[in-house]
């Protein structure tokens, strides 16, 4: 199971951007990035009103994940989204633990498509499902908001003029905006957290590793950060990539994006 230290997803606005001299171009494909939930067996043991909040970019998925142990007859009923114009289901299969022990939980995946601009609630209830089973030993209240988002990418061939990468872009409040950043931890380095100047205007939503398509040993994959429009003003995001432990080449690459928010 994938981590959710951090999530990302991108969708697509025009933007104004440029990185040294390699213009930033706006995209409206859609990814495989996506924003992950876990509902742990800790959570669904201390219910029963499990209630989480996630934001997603529109034409991009959330995956959630929910603790399941069908051998005790409990499983999560169909989810439903309140607003299904927003936001909806479309995958949910089960998968069985790694472990040999009998009676070890598995684990629900749940699917959700994020269509449109807007908030929705996704919900679900832990239930032994025949006529007189236990039902609602736990319940799911997702909240989904699915934004705007403006994509900023920023690849390998970016850095080969300068180490040095500077973006500028221009949103509303309440949009998101997705920055790709070439990465390859299989060579030590990796992208340090990222430091915004004024969190009263932007804050870092999400962030999450994808690993390059193909079998391609030590090719580069992605690291996408989402950034959350808050406010009117005007904020700056730098990151710095390096090698992050004590003796480690830092600050090999820089990227520092400029945001105006309306």
Not at 77 to 103: N, Q
Not at 134 to 140: D, E
Not at 248 to 259: D, F, K, R, Y
Request: with cysteine.
């Amino acid at each position: 199971m994938r981590k959710s230290r951090f999530a990302a997803l991108f969708g697509a606005l025009a933007i104004t951007a440029s990185v040294g001299a390699v213009p930033v171009a706006a995209e409206s494909e859609s990814h495989g990035s996506a924003v992950y939930v876990e509902i742990t067996c800790d959570d669904v043991s201390a219910g029963p009103a499990i209630e989480r909040t996630v934001d997603a970019p529109t034409g991009h998925k959330v995956e959630v994940h929910l603790c399941s142990n069908p051998t005790t007859g409990f499983r999560w009923s169909t989810p439903v989204s309140s607003v299904p114009e927003v936001a909806t289901v479309s995958d949910w299969a089960f998968e069985d633990s790694d472990s040999d022990m009998a009676g070890a939980p598995g684990v629900e995946h749940l699917t959700i498509d994020a269509v449109a601009p807007g908030s929705t609630m996704i919900t679900s209830s832990y239930d032994q499902p025949w006529d007189g089973g236990t039902k609602g030993a736990a319940t799911l209240s997702l909240t989904v908001n699915v934004g705007k988002a403006t994509k900023v990418a920023i690849d390998c061939a970016s850095f080969e003029s300068t180490p040095n990468a500077t973006a500028s872009v221009e949103v509303a409040a309440g949009d998101l905006i997705v920055v790709s950043l070439c990465s390859n931890p299989t060579t030590g380095f990796r992208w340090a957290d990222p430091v915004v100047s004024d969190s009263a205007v932007v804050e870092v939503d999400s962030w999450v590793y994808e690993a390059p398509s193909g079998d391609a040993m030590g090719a580069s994959g992605t690291e996408h950060v989402v950034l959350h429009a808050l406010a009117a003003g005007s904020a700056t995001v730098t990151g710095s990539y390096g090698r992050p432990w004590e003796g480690g080449e830092q600050g090999v690459w820089t990227v520092e994006l400029s945001i105006t928010v309306s």
